[in-house]
T-cell receptor
């Protein structure tokens, strides 16, 4: 059982470049989330999805986009990378709204 | 938005010591959760609390949902080197749907 799989694990971008962080889960969870983690700041919710075809903004959505065409996949798109988007990004999924999340291993993004 | 104040920010203890950390807020929460993040990994759920006053144990870990619904604490007894990591509290606010609020984390270091 792979759980939540994120790719890539590391990436360096130049300012203005775009990229997509991939996230897939094999637990048939309806709920999926993208968080960013900055040092000492905990985790901030970027976007979330309650099921295929449904997405909604979290606390810090600016500069990001998401899509949810299947239950399994929830990619996060950065269109014009900025240094402020340097962070570690975590994808997570859950079976319900209990708060019990399963996290991926993270993707460390550096924008120079 | 809701904020969770987690303390202490870091702790450096001797193996075998007990550890206590807590999380407070000015808002009430319906659910409190404690996650642990090992270096280079995503957070993993340790304990979930769903009822005010609830006290729950998981091995050497004990957590409580404060009676005012505005706080929670986590205790670790007889610490061991593998307890090293960052511990996050998280809460579900009644008006936040299924969006978790995370505390800033407590970094625990254990000296053998």
């Amino acid at each position: 059982n792979a759980g939540v799989t994120q790719t890539p694990k590391f990436r360096i971008l130049k300012i203005g470049q775009s990229m997509t962080l991939q996230c897939a889960q094999d637990m048939n969870h309806n709920y999926m989330y993208w968080y960013r983690q900055d040092p000492g700041m905990g985790l901030k919710l970027i976007y979330y999805s309650v099921g295929a075809g449904i997405t909604d903004k979290g606390e810090v959505p600016n500069g990001y986009n998401v899509s949810r065409s299947t239950t399994e996949d929830f990619p996060l798109r950065l269109e014009l990378a900025a240094p402020s988007q340097t962070s570690v990004y975590f994808c997570a999924s859950s079976y319900d709204t209990s708060g019990e999340l399963f996290f991926g291993e993270g993707s460390r993004l550096t924008v120079l | 938005g809701q904020q969770l104040n987690q303390s202490p920010q870091s702790m450096f203890i001797q193996e075998g010591e007990d550890v206590s950390m807590n999380c407070t807020s000015s808002s009430i929460f319906n659910t409190w959760l404690w996650y642990k993040q090992d270096p280079g990994e995503g957070p993993v759920l340790l304990i979930a609390l769903y009822k005010a006053g609830e006290l729950t144990s998981n091995g050497r870990l004990t957590a409580q949902f404060g009676i005012t619904r505005k706080d929670s604490f986590l205790n670790i007894s007889a610490s061991i080197p593998s307890d090293v990591g960052i511990y996050f509290c998280a809460g579900l606010h009644p008006n936040a749907g299924n969006m978790l609020t995370f505390g800033g984390g407590t970094r625990l270091m254990v000296k053998p």
